[in-house]
């Protein structure tokens, strides 16, 4: 019940934090000088969406009430959600994917089988995280390119935002860690309640200022792979293309693997 209750409220969390980002000009509404909040009005966002305000107003407050698949898309087409976006709506809205991890159950043990790959992988840096970015398993290459992250309880998002390591090793650190938060926002949404994701939450917003500031701007981003400059402690500043593979069955499961530019 608990859970279920602070998923609406993440639903309405979310819609307002996109309701603010749409001006009446983006969507062909006259202006109506001054407002006192940013963005659209509930009840202008509720007309373009063929609505009432009254039940859109209760999805915001985070009431009990179930948004069919009609409405989620009206929603997200006024609101201009990109694809990511949209499939965050549907999940908050309780439209989960099948085979999503139960939240707030401790998940099972990483097998011997995955927790090896790192290490076959080596001399290449490799490492596996679950969903709260805990790393399961890593190999001597990435301990040596991430200092102090082979620690008793190895965690890359506290490393990134609570060890000042991470800002000599990572040279563009903000962009980098605005996208991990972005995307530890998008897999907290997919667990509403879980305490795991509470935990690290409300340790990074008290510990890190930055990571205070950035946390309500509401940014989503999906595990993906890219190119990385890191400052490795023998070579200098590599370019390293990572790669980002999912778990067969573990979703919130990832192996990431850097490779030399």
Do not use: C
């Not at 709506?89 to 089988?113: I, K, N, V, Y």
């Not at 998008?186 to 409300?202: F, I, K, N």
């Not at 990572?242 to 573990?250: C, N």
């Amino acid at each position: 019940m608990q859970q279920e209750s602070e998923r609406r409220r993440e639903l309405g969390v979310f819609l307002r934090s996109r309701r603010e980002r749409i001006t009446p000009g983006d969507v062909g509404l006259p202006g109506t000088g001054r407002r006192r909040t940013p963005g659209l009005r509930r009840e202008e966002l509720a007309l373009l969406a063929g609505m009432s305000a009254t039940w859109y107003t209760y999805l915001e407050q985070g009431r009990d009430v179930r948004a069919s698949d009609q409405v989620l898309d009206s929603l997200a087409s006024v609101l201009r959600l990109d694809r990511h976006e949209r499939g965050h709506l549907f999940r908050l809205a309780g439209h989960a994917p099948e085979g999503q991890e139960p939240s707030g159950t401790e998940p099972a043990p990483l097998p011997a089988a995955a927790a090896a790959v790192p290490h076959l992988l080596q001399p290449t840096p490799a490492y596996v995280i679950n969903g709260t970015y805990d790393v399961l398993s890593h190999n001597p290459a990435a301990a040596e390119l991430f200092p102090h992250l082979a620690t008793p309880a190895p965690n890359l998002a506290r490393w990134v935002f609570l060890d000042p390591a991470s800002k000599e090793v990572l040279v563009d650190w903000e962009p980098e860690a605005r996208g991990l938060l972005a995307r530890l926002r998008t897999l907290a949404a997919s667990h509403p309640g879980d305490p795991r994701y509470v935990a690290l939450v409300d340790e990074l917003t008290a510990a890190s200022p930055h990571a205070r500031t950035w946390w309500p701007q509401y940014d989503l981003q999906a595990r993906h792979g890219g190119v990385k400059r890191l400052r490795h402690p023998a070579r200098g500043v590599v370019d390293y293309a990572y790669t980002a593979f999912h778990l067969a069955e573990r979703p919130d499961h990832t192996l990431v693997v850097y490779a030399e530019g």
